[in-house]
């Protein structure tokens, strides 16, 4: 995710990134100033076709693809949203377990203590490259009891993970070192991370209907392309620009839909889900310090 100061508008107005609209939407614009201009050469120059005014319906039109903007738009922002509040709530669920373990493991076991920090950890961190296809056993801290070459041959290295944490929460009860009360706060605690995990993956695996999609840009195209039309006859070689500033502000609404409906990637508008996970590696050693 990008980070910016919201107050700097000449820096937000005038800066453009790798993934900015106007960058993404260059191709399509010359494309569409050319075919403006071409309209208006063989109207106003050449006078061979007396375009006729269309802005009525245009403006009806228009006002339709908005509200259908506004909806892509704010289901998208939700999408966003919303994997921030689970990211959020992994922050807070493995604080918490962490915490518990803490205080429930004997104080002269800090190594049990720290194979809890790295499991609870590694979640975060598998979490994170799950929800972008793949595992980077790099970023992971070695196990006693679950190898990362081991966990490098599963598909989903979360599930591994809190079955380990399960396994390992099984057997402190067996040794007597928690009782069965604990054992019901640790399990709630546990649940919450693959709870986390799985609404994650149902925003990943759910996208925008297709016909929807497809929908949108097909009226988002015929709008464009019929609008030069429309607006020749009443403002000439003036309607060039004011027909790319109309496609740029609706084909950047979809593009920007397009970008934060899927909100875990490495894209800037993407979560900053790797500053999470470090953040929560480091709050969890914070807990086991003396």
């Excluded at 922050?91 to 809890?116: C, G």
Aim: aromatic share 12%; hydrophobic share 45%; charged share 25%.
């Amino acid at each position: 995710m990008k980070a910016y100061n919201p107050k700097d508008w000449t820096k937000l107005i005038f800066h453009f990134h790798k993934s900015d609209s106007i960058r993404l939407l260059l191709p399509a614009i010359i494309v569409l100033a050319i075919y403006s201009a071409i309209l208006c050469y063989i109207d106003v120059e050449l006078q061979l076709i007396k375009f006729r005014s269309t802005t009525v319906l245009h403006s009806l039109l228009g006002f339709v693809l908005s509200l259908l903007l506004v909806f892509r738009t704010n289901t998208a922002y939700e999408r966003w949203w919303e994997g921030r509040k689970l990211w959020g709530e992994l922050v807070n669920s493995s604080r918490n377990f962490m915490l518990k373990m803490n205080a429930f493991i004997p104080e002269d076991d800090t190594q049990l203590k720290h194979n809890f920090r790295i499991l609870i950890s590694n979640f975060a961190f598998a979490l994170k490259e799950h929800l972008r296809n793949g595992l980077k056993p790099e970023l992971l801290e070695e196990h006693p009891n679950l190898s990362l070459k081991k966990l490098s041959e599963y598909k989903h290295a979360p599930n591994i993970i809190a079955k380990q944490i399960f396994i390992e929460i099984q057997n402190l009860q067996k040794q007597n070192l928690i009782n069965d009360e604990k054992l019901i706060v640790l399990n709630n605690e546990l649940s919450s991370l693959t709870n986390v995990a799985g609404a994650c993956e149902r925003i990943k695996s759910t996208p925008i209907p297709y016909s929807y999609i497809t929908f949108i840009k097909r009226v988002i195209l015929i709008y464009t392309i019929t609008l030069p039309i429309g607006l020749v006859d009443d403002f000439k070689w003036a309607t060039i620009p004011m027909v790319l500033f109309v496609f740029y502000a609706f084909a950047g609404l979809e593009l920007i839909a397009e970008e934060i409906e899927d909100p875990f990637g490495k894209e800037d508008n993407d979560l900053p889900t790797d500053d999470i996970a470090y953040r929560i590696k480091e709050n969890l050693k914070e807990i086991l310090k003396d």
